[in-house]
C-alpha cells in the first residue's frame, strides 16, 4: 500500500458515518485495551460530539479514498464551544483536530497525508491554529509533534497540542 493507492478528498455529509467510524478508530487506538464499541462511543457526550450533527458550520474534514473508492481514512476540524470544549479545547476560534485510519492502512502515510491536507484546507478556510489531544502512548503523538504540533497543557496521560498554520 503506497502513497499512489489512496487519494484525498473533501469529507462531504454523506461521511457522517464514516467519521463516526473513525472516532471508534481513534479511541480504540491501543489493542492492548478493551475495545469501546460505537454505541458506548455515541452515548458519552464527551466523544459524541466530535461526529453527531456532522457536517455544522465551520466543521471541515478531508477523506481518503482507495483506489476502488473505499473509505480509508479522515481527519476533521469542529470548532467547540467553552461551554461543550472537546478533549484538546482550546479557544472557541481554534478547532479540534481528530484522526482515523483504518487498521490496515496504518504507518502508511495515509495519516501524515489527512493531517497536512486538513491543515491546507484550514489555512483556506483562515484558521490560525488548530488543536487535539492525544495521550502520550499514542504513536500518532510523534507524527503531530514531527509536523509542527506542541504541546500546551499535559494531564496525566495526555496531552493538549497546538499547530499553529502561520508556520506551515
Known sequence: MGDSDYSLRMATADDAGFLTDMLVSAVNWDPA??????DRVLRDRHTAHYVEGWPRPGDLGVVAVEAGGQPIGAAWLR?????????GFVAEDVPELSVGVLQPWRGQGVGRALLAEVARKAVEHGFARICLSVERANRARRLYAAE?????????DSDTMVMVLSER
Open 148 to 156: 509542527g504540533f506542541t504541546t500546551v497543557e499535559s494531564g496525566p
Open 79 to 87: 470548532l467547540f464551544s467553552s461551554d461543550d470544549p472537546g478533549y
Open 33 to 38: 485495551r478493551e475495545a469501546v464499541g460505537c
